[in-house]
Nanobody, 128 residues
Framework: VQLQASGGGLVQAGDSLRLSCAGS????????MGWFRQAPGKEREFVAA????????YYADSVKGRFTISRNRTKNTVYLQMTSLKPEDTAVYYC??????????????????????WGQGTLVTVSS
């Protein structure tokens, strides 16, 4: 069972990137999915999350209006479209899956402990 994050890279401030997270080994179509990030010397922080059918999406205040989370259940993939990138967005970005079929509220979505599976991370570097 694996989550494979991809799409990171080196960009300039103001640019856009789209991260992808593809699941394999089991279906993630009914899982809530989240993106977290960890900058050097800092704790892992919540970025965005989406419930199993996309009806509820949550964002960190720092990325609201710039990032969009989406998913393709048929492809077992979740995306993070990032626009107007800032140097402070520089981090390793991780995707995660919550396999418990239950109401997915923001209070739980923001907690790493909610998630059962984690990808390996993809590095996003934003230069000023």
């Amino acid at each position: 069972v694996q989550l494979q994050a991809s799409g990171g890279g080196l960009v300039q401030a103001g640019d856009s990137l789209r991260l992808s997270c593809a699941g394999s080994g089991r279906t993630f179509r009914n899982d809530a999915m989240g993106w977290f990030r960890q900058a050097p010397g800092k704790e892992r922080e919540f970025v965005a999350a989406i419930d199993w059918n996309g009806s509820n999406r949550y964002y960190a205040d720092s990325v609201k209006g710039r990032f969009t989370i989406s998913r393709n259940r048929t492809k077992n993939t979740v995306y993070l479209q990032m626009t107007s990138l800032k140097p402070e967005d520089t981090a390793v970005y991780y995707c995660a899956a919550d396999q418990d079929y239950r109401p997915f509220y923001r209070s739980g979505a923001t907690l790493p402990a909610t998630y059962d599976y984690w990808g390996q991370g993809t590095l996003v570097t934003v230069s000023s």
